[in-house]
């Protein structure tokens, strides 16, 4: 069962009902998915290329609105939210990927803190917290480095102390150790899971890493041609 | 704590190329403008200088009755005064035409008589020729104010040329910033996006463009500015070293009004930019979820 130890009586962190997406004119890359994340729950969603892995996470972290069928986060349905209420829902979700995106011109720090920039907070408001989590994921020495000097490890770690200064309820990972050596994955996933354990933090990560995923032990989604063919509640890993 | 980096990186070669396009065309709009308002101002000047002169051309007759004829005309309502044109006068006033040599010999000049009226005078030109005819003599007075007439009215065209050029160039600049914020927001759409990711708002995202533009067309506007001032001055200076010229646009200088100008084209410009790159980005921003 899932030893993650989710919240099964609370609305779902996610929930999609009957999501399609099509891009364009083109054939639908997810069909009908139906899927619920309990609040707390740590989701494995594995499949081949091109199955429709980050597009389905992209429906989750807001980058798109479904085609058909309804997309709802920590109990508010998403479709009929204003452009300030999906920026306030964002905030709640921190995203990690597979190609890092830290601003190249902004050091280490300043990545981590860019969530807080937003949110309008100085530097001296944020300054411990960010240092703080640095530490925690690592780059403590690395505060002042600017990412290009930084290795493939050392760059998706930064991405995840990004995706988690807001204290996100839910993190959205896609593909996060694709760019890194198996040693430095089994870390970063540690590093989720220690999240995932000590603030109840709703994770789905998206991976075709079987070796992790039999390693790490976690509920798995499986998508193939855009449907759901494994469901977490149901199929538990 | 040292201040944080701008999340958009500094300038580079395509901000460099639209600050010379932006300083161009605010060079462009005000030496426009400062061409326009100045040939108006002279012409206006010229004008009221004019109002209420006239000449009269008398023939078949010789300079005693030029003198009578004079008489006759200071003796009418609101005329202040009527002088007979000496040789010399009239030498002076056609050396742009005979050359400093004098009016040659055989060429049948007419006696003039310069006439100047009070402001709002009832006194026409065709009155003083027909109380002249009225005396017998061959007369035929001009008001200088006809000829004003139609410069006043080619330097309204002009004028409304130069507000047609200025209101094109400030069209232009806004596209032209436009078209490059556009671009600027292409080149930045990874910045731009984990921004959109961050939470952050349309509106947090479209003011970091608006200041990056802002600052970009004061600074650009300024040096429009500054650049059409020196051209305004080299202007000036010329024609003031020309003595013909300076005597043709006597009131050609820069007065409080067209500095006002030079010093709010930068803020025009800067404002301009803002609200074009504001408006492109939220444009831009609105096309995704």
Known sequence: ?237 | MPKPTPLLPESDAREAALFFVVAALCFLAVLATLTARGTYTAARAWSAQVEGEMTVRLSDTDRRGAEEAATIIRGMSGVRSADVLSQEDLERLLEPSFGPGGIPAGVPMPLLIAVETAPNSVTTALAITNALTAQGFNAVAESHADYAAEARSALGTLRVAAIGIVVLLTATAIAVIAFATHAALLARKDIVDVLHLAGAEDRFIAQLFERRFWTLGLKAGAAGSVAALAATALIIFSAQSSASQNQLLPQLSLDFWDLVILAVTPIAAGLAARLAAGGTVNHALKAVL
């Not at chain 1, 399609?20 to 009908?32: C, F, M, N, P, Q």
Request: aromatic content about 6%.
């Open chain 1, 1 to 237: 069962m899932n030893r993650f130890n989710p919240d099964m009586t609370g609305e779902p962190a996610v929930e999609l009902n009957a999501v399609s997406l099509r891009y364009d004119t083109a054939d639908e890359v997810l069909s009908d998915v139906n899927i619920r994340l309990r609040p707390g729950s740590f989701t494995f969603l594995t499949g081949a290329s091109g199955a429709g892995k980050s597009s389905l996470l992209k429906l989750i972290y807001l980058a798109h609105a479904p085609t058909r069928g309804e997309v709802r986060l920590f109990g508010q349905s998403t479709g009929m939210l204003k452009r300030r209420q999906l920026s306030a829902l964002r905030r709640r979700i921190g995203v990690v990927f597979q190609d890092f995106r830290l601003l190249e011109h902004l050091t280490s720090f300043e990545n981590v803190a860019l969530p807080l920039r937003v949110l309008g907070q100085k530097p001296e408001q944020y300054r411990d917290e960010v240092a703080d989590l640095l530490r925690w994921v690592g780059l403590g020495e690395r505060m002042h480095a600017l990412p290009q000097s930084l290795s493939g490890g050392e760059q998706q770690r930064l991405s995840i102390a990004r995706a988690l200064i807001n204290k996100p309820n839910l993190l959205v990972a896609d593909e996060p150790t694709g760019n890194v050596d198996p040693e430095m994955g089994k870390r970063i996933f540690r590093l989720f899971v220690e999240l995932n354990r000590r603030l109840n933090t709703t994770i789905i990560i998206a991976t075709h890493d079987l070796g992790l995923i039999r390693e790490f032990e976690a509920p798995v989604l499986r998508l193939q041609h855009g449907l759901i063919v494994q469901d977490v509640e149901h199929q538990p890993a």
